[in-house]
């Protein structure tokens, strides 16, 4: 099975200020890995996503993620964030391998961007 | 840009009731799945189809929910009886591939059972 851990509930940071967001995964087989972001009574939206190849993975609205896989992480960063970047963000895994199988989320962690 | 549909936005129920909620998938996405997300939580998988058949329901609570895609378009997740801790966002996505690209998640339902 697989599970993910984020290690920040909540990340307050100032507008123009770069960002990091952690998380880890534990898995016995090899994953994909993503991010989604979600704003307040919304679904969730893909912002960027590994699945093979270049560790560094750009995505949409200026994030980027590294997948590490021998910490097992797949960090998010962004060099310079908005206030309107404030939302919750969600790390998720599913296992490479065939048939049927599920996504898994982290408990997320809430991006707080001040003036 | 295609979207997963779902309705309604927000339900208010009492305990007791019950509720359903609908999804209409992005067209030709033959793998459509719900989620449960409480509040201050990550989503967790309730079910998930391919096609019209069930390839996992492992986390439903079947005593009081049931979820079906006659015709492996829509899906219609029910609720009876609701319970104070069914309260949370109901979230549909669908996917291709069976999930490996990403899937695309609706709008979801915020139901509140007083």
């Known amino acids: 099975a697989q599970s993910v851990t984020q290690l920040d509930s909540q990340v307050p940071v100032f507008e123009e200020a770069p960002v990091e967001l952690r998380c880890n995964y534990s898995?016995?087989?090899?994953?994909?890995l993503f991010w989604y972001v979600q704003y307040p009574n919304q679904g969730l939206q893909l912002l960027l996503k590994?699945?093979?190849?270049?560790?560094l993975v750009k995505g949409i609205n200026g994030f980027e993620a590294e997948f590490n896989k021998s910490q097992t992480s797949f960090h998010l960063r962004k060099p310079s964030v908005h206030i309107s970047d404030t939302a919750e963000y969600f790390c998720?895994?599913?296992?490479?391998?065939?048939?049927?199988?599920?996504?898994?989320f982290g408990t997320g962690t809430r991006l707080l961007v001040s003036p | 840009e295609a979207e997963v549909a779902q309705s309604p936005r927000y339900k208010i129920t009492e305990k007791s009731q019950a509720v359903a909620f609908w999804c209409d998938p992005i067209?030709?996405?033959?793998?459509l799945y719900w989620y449960r997300q409480i509040l201050g939580q990550g989503p967790e998988l309730l079910v998930q189809?391919?096609?019209?058949?069930?390839?996992?329901d492992s986390q439903l609570p079947k005593d009081r929910f049931s979820a079906e895609r006659l015709k492996g378009v829509d899906s219609t997740l029910k609720i009876q009886p609701a319970e104070l801790g069914d309260s949370a966002m109901y979230l549909c996505?669908?996917?291709?591939?069976?999930?490996?690209?990403?899937?695309?998640f609706g709008s979801g339902t915020r139901l509140t059972v007083v």
């Open positions: 898995s016995s087989v090899s994953v994909y």
């Open positions: 590994y699945l093979s190849g270049s560790t």
């Open positions: 996505a669908s996917s291709l591939h069976q999930g490996r690209n990403g899937y695309t």
């Open positions: 067209s030709g996405h033959a793998t």
């Open positions: 998720a895994v599913t296992p490479l391998r065939t048939g049927f199988q599920k996504l898994v």
């Open positions: 189809f391919q096609d019209e058949s069930v390839v996992d």
